[in-house]
T-cell receptor, first 118, second 112 residues
Framework: AQTVTQSQPEMSVQEAETVTLSCTYDTSESDYYLFWYKQPPSRQMILVIR????KQQNATENRFSVNFQKAAKSFSLKISDSQLGDAAMYFC?????WGGGSNYKLTFGKGTLLTVNP | DTGVSQDPRHKITKRGQNVTFRCDPI?????LYWYRQTLGQGPEFLTYFQNEAQLEKSRLLSDRFSAERPKGSFSTLEIQRTEQGDSAMYLCASSLWENEQYFGPGTRLTVT
């Protein structure tokens, strides 16, 4: 079974600064997807960024980028120019890419609570 | 389309009572998922539908839990004889095949 570990329960960053959230995972599969989801207080979870394991290039979405290290099974999220609206719980998630396995369900880490200080 | 909706948003019930939650997915999405999120944890998969067929149930889903998705549209999750350990946020998500899962706002259940 796959597991996802987020070792930072809480992080804080000053507005306009850069912060990196860590995530490691364990899997025996060679092809899979990794995600970062954002869950603001009392609001629904939204997808921030996704990475396909077969792609060597790190995904980027505006101020959000990832550092995907497949051999190390590491998938960190970098938020640049942090804004007050970035404050939220961030979850790292894994999903298998192949049919016949659990390619439909997401496996989440425990989350990292990000505080943005003005 | 306004996204995935869930009803109610909050439910307080006494131990031993039955509760039912509803999820309305994005209209063209054929897959629907239920997750449970307890305090300090990430969401955990409960069950999954493709159209009206329930294709997978987690071992977390005891026999007190039942889910349906009649006609492949909305879904209901019923918990019978609730226990305090059932207190959690119940999240619904939908997707078109294996594409991105869109989450609803969740139903927060408190069992007293």
């Amino acid at each position: 079974a796959q597991t996802v570990t987020q070792s930072q329960p809480e992080m804080s960053v000053q507005e306009a600064e850069t912060v990196t959230l860590s995530c490691t995972y364990d899997t025996s599969e060679s092809d899979y997807y990794l995600f970062w989801y954002k869950q603001p207080p009392s609001r629904q979870m939204i997808l921030v960024i996704r990475q396909e394991a077969y792609k060597q290039q790190n995904a980027t979405e505006n101020r959000f980028s990832v550092n995907f290290q497949k051999a190390a099974k590491s998938f960190s999220l970098k938020i640049s120019d942090s804004q007050l609206g970035d404050a939220a719980m961030y979850f790292c998630a894994y999903r298998s890419a192949w049919g016949g396995g659990s390619n439909y369900k997401l496996t989440f880490g425990k989350g990292t609570l990000l505080t943005v200080n003005p | 389309d306004t996204g995935v909706s869930q009803d109610p948003r909050h439910k307080i019930t006494k131990r031993g009572q039955n509760v039912t939650f509803r999820c309305d997915p994005i209209s063209e999405h054929n897959r629907l998922y239920w997750y449970r999120q307890t305090l300090g944890q990430g969401p955990e998969f409960l069950t999954y539908f493709q159209n009206e067929a329930q294709l997978e149930k987690s071992r977390l889903l005891s026999d007190r839990f039942s889910a349906e998705r009649p006609k492949g549209s909305f879904s209901t999750l019923e918990i019978q004889r609730t226990e305090q350990g059932d207190s959690a946020m119940y999240l619904c998500a939908s997707s078109l095949w294996e594409n991105e899962q869109y989450f609803g706002p969740g139903t927060r259940l408190t069992v007293t």
